[in-house]
């Protein structure tokens, strides 16, 4: 995956020693799709525009002779138990303190909201948070969102219906346009949704924010399918899945529209990469809770590419 | 390094599935003695001993032709300004948010605090916090002691009279004690303090307990000398550093001496070695903010030897 790479203008992501200053990095945006035919990566605007891709579903199950799998392990929202967790003005110190590191509900239940400090080992060389943790905490929001709508899930988040039909989400695009990278120490809001995406599809969008400016660093966007978990196919979203997911849906978009690089990307071969990046196999510590390499790391092993 | 690896009784960090059971892993302990003489790993007791090293530390610049440097960058407490977090018993929600989200000097300020919650990625294929991510723990806890006592810090920790010798610390050993690994979503309590060791060396402990029954599930301890940045070479504690880190001391033990394996063991070699896991290489992304490899890229080097 991480040989398909491509890009010229990445050395902002690297410049060092941003964040005494506080200085604005260039804008960088991350792409992931799976199951695309137009698997490449070109600059655009002032920035980095990245997407791997495998055009085969099939092809995920093995890398380098692992059992591995490069769909992102979201959940779906699900109708069922609620379990918000309530803050109210003024609590005890020890119910705040554990209540604060999870995350909660707010606008009527249709945003998920968490709150997250930057730790230490979560920079990288230039001293601000990479883009794999910008991504993780992505995820760890999208998860926990899923868990507090009560969604037990199993790890391919799955609802009811879909458990029924052996069908999982994969996430078939992920748009990220970073303004601002933190710093260690910096406290992050994060808010996510989702909504429809066509007939097929839905979407899940993030806002995080500086937490005490309240300014918005970093937008995000995600495409998700469905797939048959034994067949690995896509399909169509059956009705009865729909009724499950259509409570939780709000229409507000992260990324506007005339913002959203969604055009046509020239194909990526080996011939025409600029950057190649070889020797990367997956490490056990790469594999997640489900044992297998989700769409964060492919991110990291894109941008290994870059670095030399 | 990793190749040094070797040990017997290592499946007891790989069950799968104990986090909905709370099942009780066996004891696991890692140390690392970059320093030291005997560098090799015996298993020990019930559990998994390790040790890596490199005994000439000229050497820990250069990996692969890369620059990096194997030792843990912790900062030595430092007696200037107070930035201690107070927390009263009623507090609005924003300010106890915030602050629970940072960590806290209790009992007398000898002793630092910090609440983490699991996170998903943080998990390893058994569905529990892996050993990176419990030392990971550790050195934020320890380095926002450090902060929070004052000391702005280079990426070295000097304290004000080391900088002006040149003079860092650096870890020579952790010896860290697994009684349970945590799951995703797990609130998780780490104190830690310093103390002196002999003459010439300082001593960090860590207690990791659970946070809502405040069981013990983790202790650490890690021994601590002095390098002079430039010619690397250990020296002595001066008189003027010591007097800076009295004040801090605690003389308080997280691991009791009767359990503390401090016993030689043989030296490891490639001849000798179990097991080897070659191939592997340090990523951009294994660098930290300091631009090297901290211990703990090194002890999950060390632990992927052990996965095939």
Redesign the interface.
């Known amino acids: 995956m991480a040989s398909m790479a491509k890009a010229s203008n990445v050395t902002s992501l690297f410049l060092g020693g941003v964040c005494k200053e506080e200085k604005t990095k260039n804008v960088a945006m991350a792409k992931l799709g799976f199951y695309s035919p137009r698997n490449l990566i070109k600059p655009k605007r002032k920035g980095l525009l990245l997407i791997a891709s495998a055009k085969n579903p099939h092809n995920l199950d093995m890398i380098n002779g692992k059992k591995v799998n490069g769909i992102f392990v979201g959940e779906a929202p699900y109708t069922g138990k609620k379990s918000t967790v309530l803050?109210?003005?003024?609590?005890?110190?020890k119910q705040?303190?554990?209540a604060?590191?999870?995350g909660r509900f707010v606008e009527d239940r249709h945003v998920y909201r968490q709150?997250?400090?930057i730790?230490?080992?979560e920079?990288?060389?230039d001293?601000t948070a990479?883009m794999?943790t910008v991504m993780?905490l992505l995820?760890?929001t999208a998860?926990?969102h899923v868990?507090s709508s009560g969604l037990a899930g199993n790890g391919f988040g799955a609802t009811r219906e879909m458990s029924l039909r052996k069908l999982i989400w994969v996430v078939t695009r992920i748009h990220v346009q970073v303004e601002r990278y933190s710093c260690?120490?910096d406290?992050v809001e994060i808010d996510t949704w989702v909504d429809a995406a066509g007939k097929n599809a839905m979407r899940r969008d993030w806002i995080i924010r500086d937490?005490?400016t309240q300014e918005i660093i970093t937008r995000a966007t995600s495409t998700w399918v469905i797939m048959n978990h034994e067949t690995r196919r896509l399909t169509k979203i059956p009705e009865q899945v729909r009724q499950e997911v259509i409570p939780f849906y709000l229409n507000r978009i992260a990324i506007a529209e005339e913002k959203n690089d969604i055009g046509k990307i020239d194909k990526l071969t080996d011939e025409n990469a600029e950057r190649i990046r070889s020797?990367?196999?997956p490490?056990?510590?790469d594999?997640?809770?489900n044992?297998h390499v989700?769409n964060?790391k492919y991110i990291?092993w894109i941008?290994?590419a870059f670095?030399?």
Do not use: C
């Open positions: 803050i109210k003005e003024h609590v005890p110190y705040a303190h554990a604060s590191l999870v709150t997250f400090i730790r230490s080992y920079t990288g060389p001293k990479t794999e993780n995820q760890e998860l926990n868990r260690w120490g406290v937490y005490n020797g990367l196999a490490r056990w510590s594999m997640d809770a044992q989700n964060v990291g941008l290994e670095t030399n």
